[in-house]
């Protein structure tokens, strides 16, 4: 990892400005395209200092990341988010320049306008009017901005963790900035999210001619017994705070492109989410013991031994989580409802995000923009929004530290 400088640039307390300048910056993950550049140019002028580092790892791109802090003592709020954007597609698609944040009609176009560059800008501009006001908080505040949260994660967040707390590093809560609101602002915080274990399941057959299937054993049949086997019967019914698990087949393949011969071997993929009545341990038990079973079924192939298979996990399962931190969740509650009117929904639904490492060292909840257009061509924001989520967020720092003093 190496440390890398910043030039200097005024502060901007308006939320829209700072969206404009880090959507205009092609940040493709890899790519670090400028947006780091960008943001740390807005955190010098508060008092942070602003630190980057480039992770590295065999096999893998280079990601470049950001932790900036302002403060050096107790309580200490960390903001975690990524400047790092999908791809945009097909570019002709787009009615606006996908970097080049065009407003029309009080509508802001750009890639990552909302996943997530459009919290990432709305929390600076809310740090900015809370200096500006107040002066700096009773504590300190960092933000962790990673440039690989879209990539694989490997050189994003967990090392930019491991990195910090090495380095003495310590953090009493977290809010993520990922678009949580499935319609309007101040919907939904999510308190959570549900684990994720993937694998490979590959039966092994004889491959043979479709006219004399007993010289041959056609593994299809046994991975299709084993498939629904892992569909059927559910895996629990949910819980308190958390949705049933739900597996998903999500290819089978061969390989085989002739239609008169039998495989020799078949492969099949498979997700599940799953919710707090498993570990990742528990869940990978219980794979086993259904597609063990699964493999001693004779329905589809009579006369045959059990049939061999093998299992690959895929690597960094996700591991479910429940925050529990009453006042990080109350000080944030009270923002939105004090903002917006709205109280909002604890929830634990949807995919995973880095929150799922940031748990690990601190508590961590997860509060932004309505993800409706995120990923999407022609991703895009109402200015109006922007202006509300930095109210809350200024609204939310102001609370979490004056409960922290309490």
Sequence with gaps: MQAMGYRFHTMSSDPVSNLQTLIRCPSVTPAEGGALSALGSMLLPLGFKVERITAREANTPDIENLYARLGS???????????????????????????????????????????????????????????????????????????????????????????????????????????????????????????????????????????????????????????????DPPFDAGTKDFQPSNMEVTSIDTGNGATNVIPARVSFAFNIRHNDTWTTESLQAEIVRRLDAAAADGRLRPDRLPARFDIAWAERPSQVFLTRDERLVASLSAAIEARTGRVARLSTTGGTSDARFIKDHCPVVEFGLVGQSMHMVDENVPVADLEALTGIYETFIGRWFADAAA
């Design 73 to 231: 003592s107790g309580p200490h709020l960390m903001f975690a988010g990524h400047t790092d954007v999908v791809p945009v597609g097909d570019e002709a698609a787009w009615t606006h320049p996908p970097f080049g944040a065009e407003i029309d009609n009080g509508i802001l176009y750009g890639r990552g306008a909302v996943d997530m560059k459009g919290g990432i800008a709305c929390f600076v501009a809310a740090v900015a009017r809370h200096v500006e006001r107040h002066g700096p908080p009773a504590g300190s505040l960092s933000f962790l901005i990673t440039g690989d949260e879209e990539g694989p994660a490997v050189n994003g967040t967990v090392k930019l963790l491991q990195w910090a707390h090495e380095k003495g590093e310590r953090w009493d809560a977290c809010l993520v900035g990922e678009p949580t609101n499935p319609d309007a602002l101040g919907d939904m915080i999510k308190i959570g999210r549900r684990g994720s274990v993937s694998g490979k399941v590959t039966v092994h057959g004889v491959q043979g001619h479709v006219a004399y299937p007993h010289l041959a054993d056609n593994p299809i049949r046994a991975a299709l017994t084993m498939a629904e086997a892992l569909m």
